[in-house]
């Protein structure tokens, strides 16, 4: 049963959701094309990432909790991860968005956006030997100033907010994943490649890799979602 571990985990992050995707209050369902689209885009990036991380021992995993299946030496629930977590997440944001009026003004996103910008550049750069805190942090920064200020995403006040919400359920999954709970972890990092602080079991470089992961899947996903009406 061990070995179901991390395909359990990414079934119960996604059921929920999906299940009331089809709800005739929601009909998320409508939008599967445009969240799929998003996502596989998204996906090909991270896996990527993740699977240069993984060859150069950045993190590995615990074949304890695995089935055994492994794409580009991820795996295969690794892979699964990049469609559930942000299904669940873009399921979130969608439903909270369409009930309810998150937005920020502009002044005060500008400035959230410009400070998180500035912190992620100074923790890069004072991490820059720490190649999972390093490239995180840059990465996102690169990220956020292309969404607001090229792109004119002027959903990321929103977003981050939704983002924070769905926080308690981020440290669940990750917690496990990361160990809690567990005789050992699933997902094992290199205690010399981050800065070692840790939410939980949960490595701080989680947070923000997720929350780069999440942006770029609602960019992809309202500009699709956003093709499929005209």
């Given at each position: 049963m061990h070995h179901y571990t991390y395909l359990l985990i990414n079934f119960f992050t996604i059921i929920i959701c999906f299940i009331f995707s089809f709800h005739h209050k929601i009909k998320f369902n409508r939008h599967f094309g445009a969240f799929f689209s998003a996502s596989f885009l998204v996906a090909l990036v991270f896996i990527a990432w993740d699977a240069w991380f993984t060859k150069i021992g950045v993190w590995w995993f615990n074949d304890h909790y695995l089935l055994g299946i492994r794409i580009l030496n991820l795996p295969i629930e690794e892979i699964l991860f990049f469609i559930c977590i942000p299904f669940s997440c873009v399921f979130?944001?969608?439903c909270l968005d369409q009930f309810f009026n998150l937005n920020w003004k502009p002044l005060p996103e500008k400035i959230f956006v410009i400070i998180?910008?500035?912190?992620?550049?100074i923790i890069a750069a004072y991490f820059h030997d720490k190649i999972y805190t390093f490239i995180t942090f840059l990465s996102t920064a690169v990220s956020m100033f292309v969404l607001y200020f090229i792109l004119k995403a002027r959903w990321i006040g929103k977003a981050s907010f939704i983002y924070l919400v769905l926080m308690p359920g981020f440290l669940g999954v990750n917690g496990i994943?990361?160990?809690?709970?567990?005789?050992?972890?699933?997902?094992?990092y290199n205690p010399q490649n981050f800065m070692?602080?840790?939410?939980?079991?949960?490595?701080?470089?989680?947070?923000?890799?997720?929350?780069?992961?999440?942006?770029?899947?609602?960019?992809l996903f309202q500009k699709f979602k956003k093709n499929e009406q005209n």
């Open positions: 979130t944001y969608f998180s910008i500035i912190l992620a550049l994943l990361t160990g809690t709970g567990l005789e050992s972890p699933i997902v094992n070692g602080i840790r939410m939980l079991t949960i490595p701080l470089e989680d947070t923000v890799y997720g929350y780069e992961m999440i942006l770029w899947n609602l960019f």
